[in-house]
């Protein structure tokens, strides 16, 4: 069963920098897509980033130019390096990782528990 694990979150200051990981296990398939999203309190869901399996990248418009989505297919593990940080920022992100199911040929939806990043001085 495929598992998604977060961690590297926490408490910067605005300008700050964090990295973020997301450690990848169980059978996963050649088609896929990672990817980070975020929810702040009372707001909805917020794409972030994602990156296919041979690393084409999308990012949500507020975050461009100050993160940078990775993954290292190997080790099954994606990153998320984000600079200049800002308090809007600060929410729960998620990890996420839609993968072919051999059973039922469409995409199956997985979700880590989610990190805290708090950006505050």
């Known amino acids: 069963q495929v598992q998604l694990v977060e961690s590297g979150g926490g408490l910067v200051q605005p300008g700050g920098s964090l990295r973020l990981s997301c450690a990848a296990s169980g059978s996963i398939s050649s088609a896929n897509v990672m990817g980070w999203y975020r929810q702040a309190p009372g707001k909805q869901r917020e794409l972030v980033a994602t990156i296919t399996s041979s690393g084409s990248t999308n990012y949500g418009t507020s975050v461009k130019g100050r993160f940078t989505i990775s993954r290292d297919n190997a080790k099954k593990t994606m990153y998320l390096q984000m600079n200049s940080l800002k308090p809007e920022d600060t929410a729960v992100y998620y990890c996420?990782?839609?993968?072919?199911?051999?059973?039922?040929?469409?995409?199956?939806?997985?979700w880590g528990q989610g990190t805290q990043v708090t950006v505050s001085s």
């Open positions: 996420n990782l839609d993968s072919m199911s051999r059973v039922t040929m469409n995409y199956v939806h997985y």
